[in-house]
């Protein structure tokens, strides 16, 4: 039974994640964690880890400007891991604590610059 619901758990929470993938087709528009890829690469698995296990993952790739959307349950001091594999197949990923609710999203940026990829706040 307890598998049971742990796998329910995961495949709700996978439901709660969507991208703009890359034909520009938004599968989901809800969330109060929002990443954005700003770079010209695709990335894909953006993914949203809490203390050692996928909470959410969306394997759409997105491309400029396209836009990952995520759902957090309300809480403080939430500390949590976003992550992403880039087109040579390499995983990126930084840790961030937040407080999340359910009327003010957080925003991650996702950038290629000088060769580097960074993964920090959106402002």
Known sequence: MRKFI?????????????????NGNVIH???????TNYSDQVITDIAVIHEGETVSVSPEGIKSTQICYF????SVGYVYTVSFVDSSGEEHSREFTD???EDT???????????????????
């Open 71 to 74: 759902t957090v349950e309300p």
């Open 105 to 123: 999203p957080i925003l991650i940026a996702v950038r290629w610059v000088d060769n580097v990829w960074t993964i920090g706040y959106d402002r």
């Open 6 to 22: 742990m796998i329910f758990t995961v495949l709700l929470m996978m439901s709660l994640a969507g991208c703009s993938d890359v």
């Open 29 to 35: 528009q809800d969330g109060n964690l929002i990443v």
């Open 99 to 101: 407080n999340f609710t």
